[in-house]
């Protein structure tokens, strides 16, 4: 009933930048908290940043100062903007809605690989 849907990801080189993009779609009533987490080959999840439907924002220690997160909340649509990017961002990043009623939604995941 409802779909996630990721876009933006790709390579790219160290201090570079990337724009990754979220839609939810279908089914959804309402939707409050939208963020990105990411997972590197052999580590686990974890969160990179979020966004509530009042625009509190939470980022990672690791990506403050370099990546911004916003949403707009009529099109169920979140963006990360990622800035200044290291090795270590690479990873599968995954898109992530909850709802008030706190059902969580994931898309598919979008690869971001930083290289030289």
């Known amino acids: 009933q409802v779909q996630v849907v990721e876009s933006g990801g790709g390579l790219v080189q160290p201090g570079g930048s990337l724009r990754l993009s979220c839609a939810a779609s279908g089914s959804i009533f309402s939707i409050d908290a939208m963020g990105w987490y990411r997972q590197a080959p052999g580590k686990q999840r974890e969160l990179v940043a979020a966004i509530t439907s009042s625009g509190r924002i939470n980022y990672a220690e690791s990506v403050k100062g370099r990546f911004t997160i916003s949403r707009d909340n009529a099109k169920n649509t979140v963006y990360l903007q990622m800035n200044s990017l290291k090795f270590e961002d690479t990873a599968v990043y995954y898109c992530?809605?909850?709802?008030?009623?706190?059902?969580?939604?994931w898309g598919q995941g979008t690869q971001v690989t930083v290289s030289s």
């Open positions: 992530r809605c909850t709802s008030i009623s706190d059902d969580n939604y």
